[in-house]
């Protein structure tokens, strides 16, 4: 007998409401100002980045698919976060600035044997594939992608963690002409993220290099970020030049700025608000509509195993 399942992401038309708020992070950051401005379009020659092309696009994963509308690629590539190229969302034309190709990859720290590796030959050697993955805000908005890369697993096979090695921790480049958002000295620059071996090697863990069938535009993180979809997006950085292994627990950006509002677990829960907003609901990019958050962001089945004796931590802050 054929049981279907309704999958977690999967939620009735009804419960779908408009749009109530608009909720912006830097409230937090007084005086921060946008950095970033210009035309939409002015960069949008440059987003086939760097990268390459031959590899795109590849092959879809059928496990990794979704019961919602992909966001067209007009909406979520002109509404990014990427500090490091301004606070507004259209951070597209300053972050064709960004030098993509060559770039290289060091893994250091309690590993095997620190190495540096360039990011074509790392794709070579583990290649690549497609999965369409949902991605939760912390701001509350939400999008639906098709990424290409790898699992996050495969390069932490290849950095062969020493036995003490108990967090992964991602650096972003830091380059203060290149990225003028770098200059704002309030940020704890660079910025960095992290995650439990145990998390990283969950199947869901995802190493991206490309977007809608193609290499990284710069906006979303080229040339390689990472995506981990039962959290906020705040967890996923992007454009990584350093991968750390650690046995203490890495402090993040995030938390470098402000602890009690971005914490390490980040796993996204409609039912605990951020200190000053609501997480019960999520803006879908590129639509009117407004629709209940899940829990884990509707990966639950995935990943609620890996938090099984941990219920004492803030684990969705
Ligand atoms: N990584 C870096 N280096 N800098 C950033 O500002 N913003 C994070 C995350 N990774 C950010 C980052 C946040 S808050 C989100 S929601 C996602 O990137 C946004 O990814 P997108 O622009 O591709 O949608």
Not at 248 to 258: A, H, I, S, V
Request: net charge positive; hydrophobic share 40%.
């Amino acid at each position: 007998m054929v049981i279907k399942r309704k999958r977690g992401w999967e939620m009735p038309e009804h419960l779908a409401t408009s749009e109530a708020l608009f909720l912006n992070r830097r409230v937090l950051i007084g005086g921060a100002a946008g950095l970033a401005a210009g035309s939409l379009l002015g960069g949008r020659a440059a987003l086939a980045a760097a990268g390459d092309q031959t590899l795109y696009p590849a092959a879809q994963n059928p496990a990794y698919t979704l019961d919602r509308a992909i966001t067209p690629e007009r909406f979520s590539a002109d509404y990014n976060n990427f500090y490091e190229f301004g606070t507004s969302k259209t951070v597209l034309p300053a972050a064709n600035a960004l030098k993509t190709h060559p770039w290289t990859l060091k893994i250091d720290g309690l590993v095997e044997k620190p190495f540096e590796i360039g990011v074509d030959d790392l794709i070579r050697k583990v290649g690549l594939e497609e999965r369409l993955y949902r991605h939760r805000c912390v701001e509350a908005w939400s999008m639906a992608v098709p990424w290409t890369g790898f699992p996050l697993s495969k390069l932490v096979a290849l950095a062969k963690p020493a036995s003490g090695a108990k967090y992964i921790r991602f650096e972003t480049f830091m380059d203060k002409a290149m990225a003028p958002g770098q200059r704002a000295f309030f940020y704890p620059w660079p910025y960095t993220e992290g995650l439990t071996l145990a998390e990283a090697g969950n199947d869901l863990a995802f190493v991206v290099t490309g977007v809608y069938g193609k290499p990284l535009p710069n906006q979303f993180g080229a040339p390689i970020r990472i995506a981990v979809p039962w959290k906020y997006g705040f967890k996923s950085a992007k454009s990584i030049v350093k991968v750390s292994f650690t046995a203490d627990r890495p402090k993040t950006f995030w938390e470098g700025l402000q602890a009690s509002e971005y914490g390490f677990w980040a796993n996204v829960n409609p039912a605990v608000p951020h200190p000053r907003w609501s997480q019960a609901t999520e803006r879908v990019l590129g639509t009117d509509q407004r629709v209940p958050t899940l829990i884990y962001n509707g990966y639950g089945e995935q990943v609620a195993g890996l938090y099984k004796g941990l219920e004492g931590e803030r684990l969705f802050l």
